[in-house]
């Protein structure tokens, strides 16, 4: 079995999840699919300021990193886990502690 994946087959499987969940066309669903690939890029450099949409309709600032963890897999015990592609797992440094986010409420990047 095979346990890593290209970032390729990771951008297409957000942006098919984001299509399919949401009323988006396909080409909006791939623009936001490379904007997550690319914000878990800059996370696995450093603590990253972006913005998404909370489930109560308001917009969340969030400050995330995922430095020294591994690309699309979690650690259990040993074992892996595969990926999901319906949320996106972040260390939010302000509060301490893991937290996730649905790929379709993300907004943007900050600059």
């Given at each position: 079995m095979k346990t890593t994946s290209s970032f390729r087959v990771r951008v297409m499987s957000y942006a098919h999840h984001i299509f399919v969940t949401t009323?988006?066309?396909?080409s909006d669903a791939l623009k936001k699919a490379w904007q997550l690939y690319r914000l878990a890029k800059l996370m696995r450099q450093g603590v990253?300021?972006?913005?998404?949409?909370?489930v109560d309709g308001s917009a969340r600032v969030a400050y995330g990193t995922l430095c020294n963890l591994p690309a699309g897999i979690t650690s259990r015990k040993?074992?892996?886990?595969a990926p999901n592609y319906g949320t996106?797992?972040?260390?939010?440094?302000?509060?301490?502690?893991?937290?996730?986010?649905?790929v379709e409420n993300f907004i943007a990047i900050a600059v």
């Open positions: 009323v988006i066309s396909w990253v300021k972006f913005y998404f949409e909370k040993g074992g892996k886990k996106m797992c972040y260390w939010d440094t302000k509060k301490n502690a893991f937290r996730s986010f649905r």
